[in-house]
């Protein structure tokens, strides 16, 4: 895609239409309140600050409505080891095909990932969203030892073998047992 025209601005617009974007070759800098993301919010423990966009509106070599460019933020995940909140940096690359039918999206090339948009608008921070969400670890824990091996509690082994456990298939077994009988 050609460098063309670019906009510095401190908010990315929620609604655009990608193809005067595309048209204009135009580059979009800046950041999305992460108040505006209600997905990104209920998965996280908290977004630290905004999320930061660079998006490149443009054709790729094959004449495609293309976007390229890069989704990042800070977020707080539950660590699933001491349930304490931890930060974790989100980055994710943006390959995006402009499309306005599932149908055009299936005969984009495999590099590019089909947004469709609907009629002249496109809601570009659900798009943003989407990118974060599967960005997001699938389980996060702390890289070091944030619970220590001790706090684990393992039954003891001759308590265990002292205290035989009552079958719960027993009393089953004394039914079967006395319908056996009759």
Known sequence: MAGGASQQADTIPKIVDARKLVQREQVLSGTVPASALDRLLAAVESVDGDVRAE???GRDLNRHMAVEGKVSCNVQLLCQRCLQPMPESVEAGVHWGIVWSEEQGKSLPKDLDPVIQDGDELNLYQV????IL???PMVAYHDEECVARDKFQFADKSEEQGEQR???FKVLEQLKGSSDKS
Do not use: V
Not at 128 to 131: K, V
């Open 55 to 57: 998006l490149t509106f």
């Open 128 to 131: 943003l969203e989407d990118e």
């Open 134 to 136: 599967l960005n997001l």
């Open 166 to 168: 009552e079958n719960p």
